[in-house]
């Protein structure tokens, strides 16, 4: 009996050990290759280079839509790169906003080995861009972020001024969505990120939107949930779609596309209601 507790034991610590070091495998799958831009779907764009604060040379795009007032940087998931993500681009494009989408280092042509400290590095400089060569004003800014891009997103936002900040399909941190996928380990001794989208979001000033699908199998709703109810800030806003978790805003078509619309109406009229108290004060 004794010798069955000790094998159990060291099982039990070797998988521990063995999920520890492959921790960066779970959160950064980078792809280098970019079989796509924005051009096959029939989208003028601009090839865009960052360059970090830590020297690093980024790579990503900047599509422009017509008469477009707002700006979303977007902040993509975990995997592929940038040029998985023309859905989204093609969304943003015909609801009238202009995108700026990046690489994080090491995905795509971006340089670098990928870091939950350079990833936030790496959000900073794309809002740097569009603030100090396409001069758009951060009231003109929505941060944008889904899956692990979501954390991304919230981190910057809760430490740089915008006109509002979109979080869909994200996790309350990272420790608590490697709980749920591993309750049975001690992962939070095991942890080697933070990620903590909970926490950031506390931080952030601006309108926030949630967007979550009740049939997320990667995170689950409740992490939606929870973000919207304990975490944000008013004004803040919840849309529920319905899909899976790389595919909801893509199923729940015009429900998605109508909420964005209904949400951006919201922050602009937001704005103007804010500045005419502020005029009344003074």
């Given at each position: 009996m004794l010798l069955l507790v000790i094998s159990l034991l060291l099982a039990y610590w070797g998988l521990g050990t063995v999920l520890y070091f492959m921790q960066p495998s779970f959160v950064f799958s980078p792809t280098?290759?970019?079989?796509?831009?924005?051009?096959?779907?029939?989208?003028?764009?601009?090839k865009v280079l960052l360059k970090t604060s830590d020297s690093l040379t980024l790579s990503?795009?900047?599509?422009?839509?017509?008469?477009?007032?707002?700006?979303?940087l977007f902040c993509h998931g975990n995997g592929g790169n940038i040029s998985y993500t023309l859905d989204s681009v093609n969304i943003f494009y015909e609801l009238g906003f202009n995108c700026l989408i990046f690489d994080y280092r090491g995905y795509g042509n971006s340089q670098g080995k990928p870091t939950e400290e350079g990833v936030?590095?790496?959000?900073?400089?794309?809002?740097?861009?569009?603030?100090?060569?396409k001069?758009?004003?951060?009231?003109?800014?929505?941060?944008?972020?889904?899956?692990?891009?979501?954390?991304i997103a919230a981190h910057l936002?809760?430490?740089?001024?915008?006109k509002g900040l979109v979080v869909e399909s994200a996790f309350t941190s990272y420790t608590d969505i490697g709980q749920?996928?591993?309750?049975?380990?001690?992962?939070?001794?095991?942890?080697?990120?933070s990620f903590?989208?909970?926490?950031?979001?506390?931080?952030?000033?601006?309108?926030?939107?949630?967007?979550?699908?009740?049939?997320?199998?990667?995170?689950?709703?409740?992490?939606?949930?929870?973000?919207?109810?304990e975490a944000a800030k008013e004004p803040k806003e919840f849309l529920e779609i319905f899909g899976s978790h790389n595919d909801g805003f893509l199923y729940s078509d015009q429900v998605y596309s109508q909420g964005l619309t209904n949400w951006?109406?919201?922050?602009?009229?937001?704005?103007?209601?804010?500045?005419?108290?502020?005029?009344i004060v003074s």
């Amino acid at each position: 009996m004794l010798l069955l507790v000790i094998s159990l034991l060291l099982a039990y610590w070797g998988l521990g050990t063995v999920l520890y070091f492959m921790q960066p495998s779970f959160v950064f799958s980078p792809t280098r290759e970019e079989p796509y831009n924005p051009a096959d779907l029939g989208l003028e764009f601009e090839k865009v280079l960052l360059k970090t604060s830590d020297s690093l040379t980024l790579s990503g795009w900047f599509i422009p839509a017509k008469k477009a007032v707002f700006t979303i940087l977007f902040c993509h998931g975990n995997g592929g790169n940038i040029s998985y993500t023309l859905d989204s681009v093609n969304i943003f494009y015909e609801l009238g906003f202009n995108c700026l989408i990046f690489d994080y280092r090491g995905y795509g042509n971006s340089q670098g080995k990928p870091t939950e400290e350079g990833v936030y590095l790496d959000a900073q400089a794309a809002y740097d861009w569009l603030i100090n060569e396409k001069k758009i004003s951060p009231e003109n800014i929505i941060i944008f972020g889904r899956s692990l891009g979501g954390s991304i997103a919230a981190h910057l936002a809760g430490n740089v001024k915008a006109k509002g900040l979109v979080v869909e399909s994200a996790f309350t941190s990272y420790t608590d969505i490697g709980q749920k996928s591993y309750p049975y380990l001690p992962v939070r001794l095991f942890a080697r990120y933070s990620f903590n989208t909970f926490d950031y979001l506390k931080k952030v000033k601006c309108p926030v939107l949630i967007i979550h699908s009740r049939n997320d199998e990667v995170v689950p709703f409740e992490f939606g949930l929870r973000l919207y109810e304990e975490a944000a800030k008013e004004p803040k806003e919840f849309l529920e779609i319905f899909g899976s978790h790389n595919d909801g805003f893509l199923y729940s078509d015009q429900v998605y596309s109508q909420g964005l619309t209904n949400w951006a109406a919201f922050i602009k009229n937001y704005q103007q209601q804010t500045a005419a108290k502020i005029k009344i004060v003074s």
